[in-house]
């Protein structure tokens, strides 16, 4: 396997009134080709700005993402236009991400013309076979708008958006976290089924461990703009090295009222990204934090057990 | 349409039917059998209605129905026109100050607060002293008046859509920023511009009548609304109809394009919301 998707050192900064937030401070993370890579971490951790930093829809600070040997954020803008063709992106709400006012086979059409398919015919050729593909009837849906349509269909219509050019790598944004649990499934499979059929390598972005291990190879666990640990999903559930990814899956909640909330395990709320801790990001709510965490911040080491993980006190 | 039909009410329909019926009239005026809107008569002045004159005549003997519907030609063609060049202008101005934000926004802000605060009047009364009396004029002062308030309104709308997920999906697809403006932002900013359209139709209609009435508006002897209820207030104490007729016409012309335009805007609101 070759890196299809490799950051590095990637810092992206936005001002918030007359001060700099930094929403991604320097992560570096590889995504390998046909691989899907899970990212992890609570609300407001940077985790969607990282996605978007890759698709260069924000302009990172520093750091390099390259994409099949290509630096993207050195390509020039027609360069980089060119280049969208072959990533692609998902939506965490299905309905704002479709235009209200285009129709469903415009919406679906839309890349095709981006990208100069100027024949009609083949456009709707392709719009169609797309839209069966992700399970929809293209005589019922293609002269409809998406207000005409439930969550679940909205995001099976994105998901044909993002696939009809077939691209390489698609960054899926909380694709399901707004859909019914109901719907779950169904999308989760459906993206599993398109992986395997398009080849597809998948940057999957949620806050739902559950659904992370199911789609997931590898898991990268986000914590205020840092990457705390990267390792094999068996791994990171089985034996999580950081105290942060322990207290993400001890907050899974169990369903067996027998069994009592771990104790002793951080509490509270992430601190500020405006003005972040010191040294180790997660020192603030860490059982384990000692006078160097507030010293030195960690970087990602690798562990005999293959995983890596930036904490000086890892628990393996 | 049984529900479009539903949720408007009757008071819908009459305005629209309203609206109609003044605009087939003003466009087919040339061909009806009524009088010409300048002949005068001396001798049969201020005269009630009668089989020649339908609704009399004027102080200058003029029929008072035809000048009514040439009047409505002026008037709301001017009362069109005008709210086009604000449409056009103020919603191009709007879409890209609330698209590129920016430098670029700041300055058209600043532009429209400038022209808020520089008083209409004043302007009239400068363009017809300098550049002449014509209705051409009178369209040109009055849409360049209107255009703040389009610029406002389509820019607050693209500001509200340029958040939206749909817009960031069409970068991430490579679109350029012109694809954007017209595939994703246009059709939605539309919206809200097309129904204050409506709104800024009856205002422009109101502000022409009392730039005529003031002497600032369309030169005579040419009839509108507004000139007619000018030369009807001289003679308001013998026939309280010259100006009563062209105001009450005026005001249910204006009531009309009010009421349609909140409908069509009350129809497509909650749709926005659900969406």
Redesign the interface.
């Known amino acids: 396997m070759t890196a299809l998707l490799d950051i590095k050192d990637l810092v992206v900064e936005f001002p918030v009134g007359g001060r700099v937030v930094q929403a991604v401070t320097r992560v570096s993370l590889t995504v390998q080709r046909g691989e899907t890579l899970g990212l992890v971490g609570e609300s407001g951790c940077g985790k969607s700005t990282l996605g ?1 930093a890759v ?1 260069q ?1 924000y302009q990172p600070k520093s750091g390099a993402v390259v994409f099949d040997g290509q630096d993207l954020t050195k390509l020039s803008p027609p360069l ?3 280049m ?2 072959r ?3 998902i ?3 299905p ?8 129709r469903v086979g415009d919406i679906v059409a ?2 095709l013309i ?2 100069g398919v100027t024949d009609a015919d083949e456009r709707l050729r392709r719009v169609r076979a797309v839209l069966t593909e992700v399970g929809l009837d293209p005589d019922i849906t293609m002269a409809r708008l ?2 005409e349509f439930s969550g679940g269909q909205c995001q099976r219509i ?1 998901i044909a ?1 993002a696939l009809i050019l077939e691209p390489e790598l698609i960054v899926c944004d909380e694709p399901v976290s707004a859909l019914d649990v109901s719907i779950r499934a169904q999308i989760v499979n459906l993206l599993e089924d398109m992986k395997d059929r398009y080849g597809l390598t998948l940057l999957f972005i949620a806050h739902d461990l559950a659904v992370v291990k199911a789609v997931s190879d590898r898991v990268a666990v986000m914590y205020l703009g840092r990457i705390c640990e990267v390792a094999p999903t068996e791994t990171l559930f089985r034996t999580p090295a950081h105290p942060y990814t322990r207290l993400l899956l001890d907050a899974i909640p169990m369903p067996d009222p027998d069994i009592r909330p771990v104790e002793g395990v951080a509490v509270g709320e992430p601190p500020s990204p405006i003005a972040p801790p010191s040294g180790c990001r997660f020192r603030t709510r860490c059982p384990r934090a000692a006078g160097r965490c507030a010293a030195e911040m960690p970087e990602l080491v690798a562990l005999p057990s293959g995983q890596m993980v930036a904490c000086h006190f890892p628990l393996i | 349409m049984a529900a479009v039909r539903r949720r408007t009410g009757l008071l819908f329909w009459c305005a629209l039917g309203w609206i109609t019926l003044v605009l087939v009239l003003a466009i087919i005026a040339g061909v009806l059998p009524i009088p010409s809107p300048t002949d005068m008569d001396i001798f049969a002045r201020r005269k009630g209605p009668s089989l020649a004159h339908l609704l009399g005549t004027d102080s200058l003997g003029r029929d008072v129905l035809a000048r009514l519907i040439y009047g409505a030609r002026i008037s709301l063609s001017v009362g069109l026109l005008a709210p086009v060049i604000g449409l056009s202008i103020g919603g191009a101005l709007g879409l890209l100050a609330g698209y590129f934000r920016g430098r670029f926004e700041t300055f058209v802000t600043g532009g429209v607060d400038v022209v808020l605060a520089f008083p209409p009047l004043i302007l009239a009364m400068a363009v017809t002293a300098y550049l002449g009396q014509s209705i051409v004029n009178l369209t040109l002062v009055l849409g360049f008046l209107g255009i703040p308030a389009f610029t406002r309104v389509a820019r607050a709308a693209t500001l509200t859509f340029s958040a ?3 817009v ?9 920023h012109a ?1 954007i403006i017209l ?2 932002l246009l ?2 900013v539309a ?1 809200p511009l097309g129904a204050f359209f409506l709104l800024g139709v009856a205002v422009t209609i109101v502000v022409e009548g009392a730039l005529s009435f003031l002497g600032l508006g369309v030169p005579p002897p040419a009839p509108s609304w507004g000139v007619m209820i000018g030369e009807g207030r001289e003679s308001l104490e013998m026939a309280p109809a010259l100006a009563f007729l062209p105001a009450v016409v005026m005001f249910l012309t204006v009531l009309s394009f009010n009421l349609v335009g909140d409908t069509l805007r009350a129809l497509t609101d909650p ?2 919301g ?2």
């Open positions: 978007r698709l829809l980089m236009r060119k969208r063709q990533l692609q992106m939506f965490q709400d309905i704002a991400s479709l235009n209200p006012r285009r839309e890349p981006i990208a998406p207000h994105s958006r | 939206r997920e749909f960031t999906a069409a970068r991430a697809l490579g679109a350029g694809r595939k994703e059709p939605n919206l749709r926005q659900a969406l």
